[in-house]
T-cell receptor, first 114, second 123 residues
């Protein structure tokens, strides 16, 4: 049974600080990893994808992957109130990445305090 | 990114009836996916709709309850049959978007984008 685990939160971070979101997964065969942001009442929006060990940076967002530890994280620098949302970690087993059904964690509710 | 539309955006249905949800994507794709998000929960994959073959269902989901059609490379439908209040959820379709090839040469890199969802309430 494939599982993706996240701390449900809420995680409260002051504006301007770094928010750190974590995710672990059980399937060692997982190949592709994604972070989605979901605002209340909206559908998930892709924030980051990462496919190999190490860090990947995109603007204020950095995704980190450690396959040996089966761990993936998302860092949000200079947090803004607009970053307040639920962040979903998703993994895919096949090498096709998004061309494969995704397994989602339950999400972490992030609150950025002004 | 991608442009994906779903119809209806929301509906309220009576127990025992069926609802068909439509999903239209902006470019031709082989794979489309259907997910369910129950209240306060995360997304769960229902099935993969592959053009030219029968849909592949995940454990816990069956074709009789959730028949899926893939009419062409940009359109798919999901029917929720013989509904009960437990079927009250948001139903989302998605499609993949190829972004490149892995440095290892093994496999592609592809991302998945979601439609706005259909919010279904069953009374």
């Amino acid at each position: 049974q494939k599982e993706v685990e996240q701390n449900s939160g809420p995680l409260s971070v002051p504006e301007g600080a770094i928010a750190s979101l974590n995710c672990t997964y059980s399937d060692r065969g997982s190949q592709s990893f994604f972070w989605y942001r979901q605002y209340s009442g909206k559908s998930p929006e892709l924030i980051m994808s990462i496919y190999s060990n190490g860090d990947k940076e995109d603007g204020r967002f950095t995704a980190q992957l450690n396959k040996a530890s089966q761990y993936v994280s998302l860092l949000i620098r200079d947090s803004q109130p607009s970053d307040s949302a639920t962040y979903l970690c998703a993994v895919s087993r096949l090498s096709g990445g998004g061309a494969d059904g995704l397994t989602f964690g339950k999400g972490t509710h992030l609150i950025i305090q002004p | 990114s991608a442009v994906i539309s779903q119809k209806p955006s929301r509906d309220i249905c009576q127990r025992g009836t069926s609802l068909t949800i439509q999903c239209q994507v902006d470019s031709q794709v082989t794979m489309m996916f259907w997910y369910r998000q129950q209240p306060g929960q995360s997304l769960t994959l229902i099935a993969t709709a592959n053009q030219g073959s029968e849909a592949t269902y995940e454990s816990g989901f069956v074709i009789d309850k959730f028949p899926i059609s893939r009419q062409n490379l940009t359109f798919s439908t999901l029917t929720v049959s013989n509904m009960s209040p437990e079927d009250s959820s948001i139903y989302l379709c998605s499609r993949d978007g190829h972004i490149g090839y892995r440095a290892s040469g093994r496999g592609v890199m592809s991302e998945q984008f979601f439609g706005p969802g259909t919010r279904l309430t069953v009374l």
